[in-house]
């Protein structure tokens, strides 16, 4: 039996062989018939993609305290949250400073539906106003070191968002819930988009509170949502999560809120090919970037991977 799985592990097309021979319009439509056909199995959470490339081990414990709330029970909660976090202090982000953010992630792949791996990451990232990015990424499972610029785009977007793009967002809800309408795409259904969204800018940890409090209250009435309450590292939070067509089977995404401050604490997702978690242990706003930061990207380059022993990875990323 092993013999046989690891044959058939190795037949195993990639994703973009998959793509390539599958079309958008053929997947929509098994994904239909996965929906009508799963109505009646049994429930499972099951995962998203990371944040501009951001791979990946969570040190967060989290301890569910109450599951499922319910749409109404989901838009009293954001709202709650909303008005929490109207009050909040923010960080002050403007021209010439820079957000400073580290984060844990972990993405443990499906055995059975995927390469079975468990990919750890710990990024430091510092961005500039207009989205200029700096971040080093290691893994401590492998203790590689990882040095990515990623130069300022011509406009930001909801998916990779930039202060400058942020600070010029609707300040009101029902002025922002229009402007989502018209601009949200790419996702399985229109209300996942807006959750999608939602999600990137809230992870982004570009919102000031105030901007927070009204992205929460434009998505207050997204169909499908669900919220329940969690402890993460002893803080007591609210994770906000989203059933793409409205059955955990086909996957579930969500960020998760701190229930006192509203800081961002969390973005996770699952779906049977697995799941993906990442946690935020710092937010701050610095006037600079540090000097030795600077001076390993001189001395290193972009995309440099470097190994535990100070040598610079082959042309495969082994070290």
Do not use: K
């Not at 049994?42 to 301890?63: E, K, S």
Request: hydrophobic share 40%; aromatic share 6%; net charge negative.
């Amino acid at each position: 039996m092993t013999d046989l799985m690891d044959r058939l592990s190795r037949a195993r097309p990639t994703d973009d062989d998959l793509r390539a021979i599958w079309p958008a319009g053929e997947r929509d439509l098994l994904l239909d018939q996965i929906r009508t056909q799963a109505a009646s199995a049994v429930r499972r959470p099951r995962r998203r993609v990371v944040w501009l490339a951001a791979a990946a081990v969570t040190a967060a414990v989290v301890v569910p305290t109450v599951v499922d709330g319910g749409d109404a029970e989901a838009r009293a909660e954001l709202l709650r949250l909303a008005s929490v976090a109207s009050s909040a202090e923010g960080l002050g982000l403007s021209p010439g400073t820079y957000l400073h953010v580290r984060t844990e992630s972990l993405q443990e792949n499906s055995r059975l539906f995927a390469d079975g791996r468990t990919l750890d990451t710990d990024r430091e990232a510092w961005v500039g106003w207009d989205g200029t990015m700096w971040a080093i990424d290691t893994r401590p499972s492998a203790g590689w070191t990882e040095y990515h610029h990623f130069p300022a785009s011509s406009e930001g977007s909801f998916g990779s968002p930039t202060p400058e793009f942020v600070a010029q967002l609707p300040d009101a809800p029902e002025q922002l819930r229009d402007y989502l309408d018209t601009t949200v795409s790419g996702s399985n259904s229109h209300d996942e988009a807006l959750f999608v969204a939602v999600t990137d800018l809230a992870h982004s940890h570009l919102l000031d509170p105030a901007t927070l409090a009204v992205a929460l209250e434009a998505i207050a009435d997204v169909d499908g949502m669900r919220t329940r309450d969690v402890v993460v590292e002893g803080r007591e939070a609210v994770e906000i999560s989203f059933r793409r067509f409205r059955l955990d089977l086909l996957g579930v995404d969500s960020f998760t809120i701190d229930r006192e401050t509203a800081q961002v604490l969390r973005v996770g997702s699952s779906s049977p090919g697995g799941t993906y978690t990442s946690t935020t242990t710092l937010v701050e706003n610095v006037p600079e970037i540090p000097a030795e930061v600077l001076a390993a990207y001189e001395r290193y380059g972009n995309g440099s991977r470097i190994c535990p022993d100070g040598r610079e990875a082959d042309g495969d990323g082994d070290c």
